[in-house]
């Protein structure tokens, strides 16, 4: 319904047609320019000219200014509507039923159906061509001549007076010769861009292969992230039932014992009480005799009874809430949560110490051997083969060989600082013996509030600044993947190695002007 109204407002009110070449004339109505044209030229025997549509009068032949837009519409309509074909052109002199258009004159600029070209080719010697809308576009704009001629050189269509005038000395060709070179040389650029064409759709499925590759990752991780934390909340609850039952079990024990004190000293209260009823009776006996004789009294200085005091200071003293065991059971609990939750993961924590015979005098390992510092002040060290000499660095004492792990590492943001893995075949000293300038070693450098990723002489400096001196490492041995994280709130990606590694993989420290990094648990 809506394409038929829109087809109504497109169709010109002379030819009632779709507008051809249209025009607008001051007025604001609209007109194929054959049309208008026609009606002018009838009217200009009267003496006087009009709009066909509102009879809006003009002095003089109106001006015909060219709808370019209009012209898009009509154009865009034709080619959405199924059925609508170029050659689906009307006869410009049948004004009481539609009859399609064999040929349009070039001169009248009009369409004729077999009948009035008949009348036309007896009357008239003009250029016939096939049914066409544009007449417009086969003129020359200045001359008003047809256009039969291509200059190269100016990339212009010429008519006869183009040719012999301002284009007179160019190397000129007929306009279907230059068109049928144009096309060659089309067809020519069409068979580059087809390969391309190819290859950019082989490109564009390839993208849409790993985007639906990607979306079903994310799809199984939801799923296994999910998994994880009904599984963690089960384990939180039972860990919950189980320190709530432990606090219930001690104030169980020490609410006993103190129940069981309570009862004691109450009975004490009780034999304290009648006591005190006789001492107080006997107090108002007047017999002295009676008074020395009674057996059931029995004076004591102050504090000599044993049964008062002790009981109570014991409890109040001693018996609480051990809170301690409290925390160690919240801390086993949390542990075996945390356990569970990366042997789910497949992802090992390793417990990472660092090997003292693999540094050297000006790097100082703390007692655990979790810290490796430069220092200005040499240590005093035994000779070994497998000491670095060279470099500021050291080896972790166990390494690597198959599994995926992370670990943290803490910088102190002092000097310059690098953390890896390495090969334990990596030279001990010259020049390719520093982590990261050979093919034995991949790592992260931190300076000067920049990070760089170093492998085998290569460097890259990446874009973004240390924001926290906190990192994690993950290493996945089978896939050859090495990773540094930096532990900011989103935790963020800083770079990726890939490679197949051969040996055990061991961690690797270099430090240097006072800089100092920690492996975190």
Known sequence: MASAEL????????????????????????????????VLDAEEAAGGYSCPDCR?????????????????????????????EDTSIFCAYCTKSPVLAVKSCLQCENSLCDDHLTVHNKTLDHILI???????????????????????????????????????????????EASEKKKKEMLEYLDELTPQKVDIQKRVQK????????????????????????????ELEMAEKKALSEVSRLEE?????????????????????????????????????????????????????????????????????????????????MRDIVTNVTSELGVHVPDILLDVDTAPRRVKISEDLKTATNSYNKQVRLESPGRFVTSAQ???KCGLFSGRHYWAVEWNQMGECSVGLSYPSIEKKGERSGIGYN???WCLDMYNEEYAVWHNSD????????????????????????????????????????ASFTEPLHVVFCVNDGASVTIRS
């Open 394 to 396: 050291v080896l972790s």
């Open 459 to 498: 460097v890259l400096t990446l874009s973004v600044k240390p924001t926290c001196p906190t990192l994690w490492v993950f290493l996945d041995y089978e896939a050859g993947r090495l990773s540094f994280y930096e532990l900011c709130d989103p935790i963020r990606h800083l770079h990726t190695f890939t």
């Open 130 to 176: 096939e049914p066409t809308r544009s007449f417009g576009n086969k003129k020359c704009s200045h001359h008003k001549k047809f256009l039969e001629y291509y200059c190269p050189q100016d990339a212009a269509c010429l008519c006869v007076s183009c040719f012999v005038g301002e284009h007179r000395g160019h190397l000129v060709e007929l306009l279907d």
């Open 439 to 441: 093919d034995k070693s």
């Open 56 to 84: 809006v009068e003009y002095p003089k032949r109106p001006a015909k200014e060219k709808n370019r837009k209009l012209e898009n519409i009509v154009e865009l309509f034709s080619f959405t509507q199924p059925g609508m």
């Open 207 to 234: 993208l849409q292969d790993r985007m639906k590759n990607i979306q079903e990752k994310a799809s199984d991780k939801r799923k296994n992230i999910r998994k994880v934390f009904m599984d963690i909340k089960k």
């Open 253 to 333: 024990k020490i609410a006993s014992k103190i129940s069981h004190l309570i009862k004691k000293l109450e009975i004490q209260e009780d034999e304290l009480s009648r006591k005190m009823r006789h001492v107080e009776e006997m107090c108002h006996v007047t017999d002295p005799i009676r008074l020395l004789q009674e057996s059931d009294i029995t004076v004591c200085s102050h504090g000599g009874d044993e049964d008062t005091g002790g009981d109570g200071r014991e409890v109040s003293s001693e018996e609480d809430l051990d809170e301690v065991l409290i925390s160690l059971t919240l801390h086993r609990s």
């Open 7 to 38: 087809r109504d407002e497109l169709n010109c009110s002379f030819c009632l047609s779709l507008y051809t070449d249209p025009v607008s004339l001051r007025c604001g109505h609209n007109f194929c320019r054959s049309c208008i044209v026609s």
